[in-house]
Structures are given as structure tokens and as C-alpha cells.
């Protein structure tokens, strides 16, 4: 705990040092009024920013002060609170793909002041803010953070012609992934499961679609798409590396509107309505493929018998009661298919659930309550024959929670608020059409636990140069049952035949508590109005692990809770940042380091078996991790010719040095984890050729991941026994890919509704033969050649016709 009272000390003193020390022509005006003897008074402009079409309120719109040199940016409600002396001002409201919006207004008392803005126009050329106070690369404490536009997400080039969210962000620095055809994604050295990916605040499990090709998120119901590094705040917790935050659309409360898209895929339609104009709307978002509507045209009865398409179903419903309570309810199912006749199917699927409530209790005293419902299952079997079976396994969480933010003038904010979620966890269990050996089925215990947090985070501004940004969170978890718990054999490995005792314990009885705080701290100090350097610090705790020693997409992965025989992941992370803007603003730099410590990082001995394993804790191992690197970003947001070039250089280590031997990985040393990847090089860029005509490319190269190699094979007893070298000590070859795409927008008319575009897209244009991984075949008696597995070894073409109305 004294680490803990001496950040906090180290906070306070700061504050009260840089205060002290800093020049009076950087001061706030706040501090300047505060020695005045009659200080005026001052009163708060609040309310929403949303779009004059549509009435969606925008994250993250800057209103500002000119005049004063204050300024705010709208929480993820499109919610603004601004405090300022009294007086006329001239308000700006700005936001990228927007018009400018400028109110003067006379402040004598505390004033709502909504604003909506307007997209900006075929006709107009774009704006571009340039004010050097609201530009938010420089003067935002937050780093780490990176924030893609549904318009820059569609721009890209995607594989057969599919918009998708997750394959845009691993286009930017510090994101990776194992491989084409995988799910998830890498974020600055942490595992798939170490990433907290929210769907309108409710948890997404798995995010795929067709084995890892697609995401589930449909563009067309997607609104904002924001994900945190590092320096993650305070309000989210459970995982280590990441939050992928993605909000859907709340619906068209002006007009009926509606969108969709036909490709070669899959189809999608977006259907919005006001039920009462301008206070109540909903959304209706769907999506398939039919790859098994073209397989049922097949001659061959076996390929008729087929199954595999995916399905998506979002829908969002949002009433305004008054200007100080608004109601959101969101949903979301989808689900993959997937069959060979009579002798394998499997599916996976998410559900999930939100409703929200926004209420005002002041201009300065923003809530929102949110109880949440997701559910993640898989199933596998054998539908037919002597062997039939079916296999079902997934996780369930239910959460509760409550955020507040206190505007408590225009140099500080703070954020704080409380949550829960209670887990349920179904590791497995699987049936038998006919008894085998007089059995019926097979099931591993299901488990259960509770998760509870509380935190604060405040944003203070000491003055125009220096922002901190602090806090804390303080989470407890508890493994709960009815289930067994086994006892080990004290100096000995962990087998079953150790076990010494077990104990059973009753319907929600506490097995195990972990608790622990985590704080937080960033620091921003702006040089000038194109130049600031950011830190930050965080330590974050996970308390569930996906269990999986396959990288195959074929869902057979084990959601597992802490229990008393494996501890939470406990990862600290420091993170040093410069950015600058130049040539006017147009261009964004930033350069980045980072150093991540983890702690208690599950792995698995060789040969590990994980499914219907009763004592899954004997084939874990225990072990912890390292991950470093530099960031480098050069972006051009807005213009003709608009996109950003790439580029990290990170390690990622992972290092297994148990008690005994067969507990130990590469014999106690450091070895490169499975998504290690040196370089990482991406450059996206889009070119208007003209009002209807864009092209837009996409480049990708990064080093290959590591596998492990045999060294060599014995014979005993008729048995071919491998020997493999130390773990993850080779790599595959390097991969790359060029991607392509062309958009032709119709012709637009004044009064048509109607707006149309073909996109024209080449995957892997000069069909590069990516190795996915190395395998090893032979005679049955011994591995002898290695052959290179290559998911898409040639370019893959399609047309996709997108429509809005």
C-alpha cells in the first residue's frame, strides 16, 4: 500500500510545485482572478451538440471560447459543460466533417445552450480547424487513444468489399494480429483476451465473424469507434492492454432515413425512425451472407447439404423525457453457422444488451446508469452416426453500473462512480446421442463470480501549459460456488495424482477473494500551439483468462475465472509521448514509447489438454511478461488526400520459471510470446479525384511471427517421439499485402434522397503467398517435410453497391 500513498503524495506536491514555479504569463485566468478582491462572477453554458439532420449527438465536438481561451469537448452523450466569467461571448462549435458553428451569446446566468451542426457538403470545400486552442492532438492530456471516423473506416479497402471496424484499427500503431483468418487482434504486446471490447457498454466475448475474416459490428449502425492503449481510464477496468469503445447510432429522430449495402458477401440494411420527432427514435440494423443460398444450388447432393453463412441483428431505441433524462435501450445478436452435411457442424454466436439512462442533476452534474447482458456460447458436434455428440460451452456476465462527472469548473473535472458484474462461466459439456460405454454426457463444473469496482478520475488544468490527469480504482473479485476445489501436495508439481484433499463448496459460497487498487496518472505539457509532450502511468488487473493453446479460429476457447490456484494478471504500464502539428495544422505527429510489466500470465505446458479437463489448473502455468517499443504517426486527416503512415518497432517476451521442471518454459528464460513482431508498417491513404470519384490504398508489411521448430525425432517402442528446440525460437517469412479500392458515387440530384456508390476493391493485389503458420507432415511414423500454410495466396477481387436514402 505505500506505493499507492506516495503516487498520491508524488500528485500533490507536483501540483503545488508546478503551480509555485510557473511563470505568471502561462497562468490561467482562473488563477489570476482568484487574487483579484472582487472576483466576477461566473455562470455555466451546458447542453448537447448534435447533427441538424439527424438529431445523433456528436462525441467529441469542441465548443470553445476564443476570447478566453476555454474550451470543452462533448462526453460520449454529445454533453457539454462550460463555466466561465460572466459576459457576451462568441461561442465556436467545431468537429471534423462538420460545418463550423458560431453563437454569440450573453451570460448573466447559468444558460442551456444546445447546438446542432451541419455535415459538410458535396459543394463546400471541407473545413479544416486550424485554431491553434482547440486542437485536441495537442492540447488533450489523453495519449495512447486513438479515434477512427466511420468515414475513415469505410474509405479503406476491405476484403471482398466487407467495411469492418477491427480490420481498420489494426492498421494503426502498437494493433496487430496473429494472422489473416484469426480472431482478435494484439494490442502493445497483451493477448486477445486482454482486450475489453464494448458494444454500446455491454462486453463483447468474440468479436468475429467467418472464422476471424469479419467483425461483427455492422458499419451501418456504428457511430463512434475509440480505443485506449494505455493510460486507460479509470471508469473502465478488467483487462490489461486495451478498450476498444464502440457506440452505435441512436436513430433518426427528424426523418425516416435508411442505408445498406450489397456485396458479394453478405448484404446489409439500416433502417431509422422518429417515432416522436425530435425526442424518440429507433434503429433497426441487419445483416447476412449467403454463401449457403448459392450452396444449395449446387448439383453435388453433399455441397447442397452444406451450411455456412452469418447473421447480424442491431436495434437501438432512444426517448428524450425532458432536457435532464434521456433513455437508450440497445440490443444486438448475431450469430455464425457452419456444417459439413451429416458429419460436423459447429456455430458461434453474441447477445447482448444495454439500457441506459442519462439524467442532469445540475448544468454541472452529468449521470448515466446502465445495466447490462452479454452472453457469448459456441457448439460443436457430430449430428449423425454411432459417434453423434454435441458440445456446448460459453460465458454470461450481468453488469450494473453508475458514472457521474462533475464539471467543476472550466479547469477541472472529475469523473467517479461504481460498478458490478457477476459472471457465469460454462467451461464445457458435451452429449452423447448414443451411450458410450453407458455414458450419456460429459460436463466440467460450471463457475461463478462477482466483480465490483469503484473510481475516481480527474482532469486538472494547472494552467495553459500543464494538465494532470489522475486517479484511482479500486476493484475486488470473488470466485463463488457450488464446485470443488482440490488441494495440492505442498512441494510438488501439480498433477492429479498430487491432489491430497478437496473440499466442496455450497451455492454461492466465497472460494477465493482478490482485491486491489490501480491507479493512474497522465501528464500533458504543451511547449507552444504546435508542440506537447504527454506521460502516463496505469496498473490494471484482469480476473478472467480465455484459455487456448490453438491459434485455429474454430471456437474452442475456455473463459476461466481467478481462483486460488491462478491469480489475476496485474500489467503496469508507462507510456512517454511527443506530438506536433505542422504546415498549419494539416499534419499530426506523434511519437510514442512505451514499457509494459506483467504479472501472472497464463501459459500451458507442452501437450496441454484443456477440454473437459476437471483439474484444467494442472495444465496452466504461471508466468509473467514484458512488452516494449516506439510508436510513430504521421496523419493528414482532412482534404484531398487524406490518411496516415505507421510504424512500431516493439518486443513482446513472455518468460515461465516455475518450481520444477516440467513448469518451466525454455528453460526459465525469456522467449518471444506468439504475436511478437518486430516491425510493423502500415500506410493508408485516400485521394478524391473528384466529387463522385475516390481511390484509396492500403499497405501492410510486418516481420513474421514466431512458431516453434522440431529439432529432431527418435524411435521408441514403435513410437516417433519430437524434440522440439526452445519454445517460439523461429519464425515464418515476412508478411506483406497492397490493397486497393475505388469508389464511384451516382449522381447526385438536389431533390433525390436516393444516394448510391459502387466500390470496386483488390485484396492482396500482387497475391503475396503469406505464410500463416509452418506444419510438419510425413509417413505416419515420422514429421519429414515442412509445408507452409497460406490462407489467401492470390488477389481477391470485389464489387460492393452501398445505398442511403
Known amino acids: 500500500m505505500r506505493k499507492y500513498y506516495l503516487i498520491g503524495f508524488i500528485c500533490g506536491l507536483l501540483t503545488h510545485v508546478i503551480q509555485a514555479q510557473t511563470p505568471a504569463h502561462l497562468q490561467s485566468n482562473n488563477y489570476k482572478s482568484s487574487r483579484t478582491k472582487n472576483p466576477v462572477k461566473s455562470y455555466t453554458i451546458s447542453g448537447l451538440v448534435k447533427d441538424k439532420t439527424n438529431g ?25 459543460s462550460l463555466t466561465v466569467p460572466k459576459g457576451t461571448y462568441q461561442v465556436i462549435c467545431s468537429y471534423i466533417g462538420y460545418q463550423n458553428l458560431v453563437q454569440n451569446i450573453r451570460l448573466e446566468s447559468n444558460q ?146 435508411g442505408a445498406g449495402g450489397i456485396g458479394l458477401v453478405s448484404s446489409r440494411l439500416t433502417l431509422e425512425t422518429p417515432i416522436v420527432k425530435d425526442k424518440s427514435s429507433l434503429l433497426i440494423a441487419g445483416r447476412r451472407s449467403y454463401a449457403d443460398l448459392f450452396l444449395k444450388l449446387s448439383p453435388n447432393e453433399a455441397l447442397r447439404k452444406n451450411k455456412a453463412y452469418f447473421y447480424d441483428l442491431n436495434t437501438k431505441f432512444n426517448y428524450t423525457i425532458n432536457d435532464n433524462n434521456r433513455l ?54 457430430v449430428p449423425q452416426g454411432s459417434f453423434a455428440f454435441s458440445w456446448d460451452a460459453g460465458i454470461k456476465s450481468y453488469q450494473l453500473k453508475n458514472d457521474l462527472t462533475w464539471f467543476i469548473n472550466s479547469n477541472y473535472t472529475l469523473d467517479f462512480g461504481v460498478s458490478g458484474i457477476l459472471y457465469q462461466f460454462q467451461p464445457g459439456k458435451i452429449k452423447f446421442s448414443n451411450a458410450l460405454e453407458g455414458v450419456t454426457s460429459l460436463s466440467v463444473e460450471p463457475e461463478k463470480a462477482l466483480e465490483m469496482a469503484a473510481y475516481f478520475n480527474s482532469e486538472h488544468k494547472l494552467n495553459n501549459a500543464l494538465t494532470l490527469n489522475y486517479g484511482l480504482r479500486y476493484s475486488a473479485f470473488m470466485n463463488m460456488g457450488e464446485r470443488k476445489v482440490h488441494t495440492y501436495k505442498e512441494g510438488a508439481p501439480r498433477r492429479d495424482e498430487n491432489v491430497v484433499s478437496t473440499r466442496n463448496y455450497s451455492n454461492n459460497e466465497v472460494i477465493q477473494t482478490y482485491q486491489g487498487l490501480e491507479p493512474r496518472i497522465g501528464l500533458r505539457w504543451q511547449l507552444n500551439e504546435s508542440n506537447s509532450v504527454k506521460m502516463s502511468y496505469a496498473r490494471n488487473r484482469q480476473y478472467i483468462h480465455l484459455i487456448s493453446n490453438t491459434t485455429a479460429p474454430i471456437p474452442t476457447d475456455i473463459w476461466k475465472a481467478s481462483d486460488s490456484h491462478i491469480p489475476p494478471q496485474i500489467a503496469d504500464q508507462v507510456a512517454l509521448g511527443y506530438f506536433h502539428n505542422f504546415a498549419h495544422h494539416t499534419f499530426e505527429l506523434s511519437a510514442e514509447v512505451y514499457y509494459k510489466k506483467m504479472q501472472n500470465l497464463v501459459d500451458y505446458k507442452n501437450g496441454a489438454e484443456l477440454l473437459l479437463n476437471e483439474n484444467l489448473e494442472t495444465e496452466l502455468l504461471s508466468g509473467e511478461g514484458r512488452a516494449y517499443g516506439l510508436e510513430l504517426m504521421l496523419k493528414k486527416p482532412t482534404g484531398k488526400l487524406n490518411g496516415w503512415i505507421s510504424y512500431t518497432l516493439a518486443r513482446t517476451e513472455r518468460m515461465v520459471n516455475g518450481a520444477f521442471p516440467e513448469e518451466r518454459i525454455n528453460n526459465g528464460n525469456y522467449y518471444p510470446a506468439d504475436y511478437d513482431k518486430l516491425h510493423n508498417f502500415t500506410m493508408v491513404a485516400t485521394y478524391q479525384a473528384t466529387k463522385r470519384l475516390s481511390i484509396s490504398a492500403n499497405f501492410v508489411y510486418n516481420t513474421g511471427r514466431p512458431f516453434t521448430l522440431p529439432d529432431a525425432k527418435y524411435q521408441y517402442s514403435n513410437m516417433t517421439i519430437i524434440d522440439y528446440s526452445g519454445r517460439n525460437q523461429n519464425r515464418i517469412p515476412d508478411y506483406h499485402r497492397l490493397d486497393l479500392s475505388v469508389t464511384l458515387k451516382g449522381k447526385g440530384k438536389p431533390n433525390r434522397k436516393w444516394k448510391g456508390e459502387w466500390v470496386f476493391s483488390l485484396y492482396n493485389v500482387y497475391s503475396r503467398r503469406n505464410a500463416y503458420s509452418i506444419y510438419f507432415s510425413g509417413d505416419g511414423q515420422a514429421q519429414n517435410d515442412a509445408t507452409k500454410l497460406s490462407i489467401l495466396g492470390s488477389v481477391v477481387p470485389a464489387v460492393t453497391y452501398n445505398f442511403s436514402f
Open 328 to 381: 437508450y435501450v440497445s440490443g444486438y445478436f448475431g450469430r455464425d453457422v457452419f456444417g459439413l452435411g451429416d458429419e460436423f457442424n459447429f456455430s458461434w454466436g453474441n447477445t447482448a444488451a444495454t439500457i441506459r439512462w442519462n439524467h442532469l442533476f445540475s448544468s454541472k452534474l452529468f449521470s448515466n446508469v446502465s445495466a447490462m447482458f452479454s452472453d457469448y456460447n459456441y457448439s460443436l458436434g
Open 56 to 80: 445523433e449527438v456528436l462525441i467529441g465536438a469542441t465548443v470553445y471560447i476564443r476570447s478566453l481561451g476555454k474550451g470543452t469537448a462533448t462526453n460520449v452523450y454529445g454533453f457539454y
Open 112 to 257: 442551456k445552450l444546445h447546438l446542432e451542426m451541419s455535415p459538410t457538403s458535396d459543394q463546400l470545400d471541407e473545413i479544416v480547424v486550424t485554431d491553434k486552442k482547440i486542437n485536441e492532438h495537442i492540447t488533450k492530456v489523453e495519449m495512447s487513444v486513438e479515434k477512427l471516423s466511420m468515414e475513415q473506416i469505410k474509405s479503406m479497402p476491405a476484403f471482398l468489399g466487407e467495411v469492418d471496424v477491427i480490420k481498420s484499427i489494426i492498421a494503426l500503431p502498437g494493433v496487430s494480429t496473429v494472422g489473416e483468418g484469426t480472431t482478435g487482434f494484439n494490442v502493445r504486446g497483451g493477448g486477445v483476451d486482454q482486450n475489453l471490447v464494448l458494444l454500446d457498454e455491454s462486453i463483447v466475448y468474440n468479436s468475429s465473424h467467418l472464422f476471424g475474416f469479419f467483425s461483427i459490428f455492422n458499419p451501418n449502425s456504428v457511430k463512434d469507434v475509440k480505443l485506449y492503449k494505455g493510460a486507460i481510464p479509470a471508469k473502465y477496468g478488467g483487462r490489461l492492454s486495451s478498450v476498444l469503445d464502440i457506440r452505435q447510432k441512436e436513430g433518426n429522430t427528424k426523418q425516416f432515413s
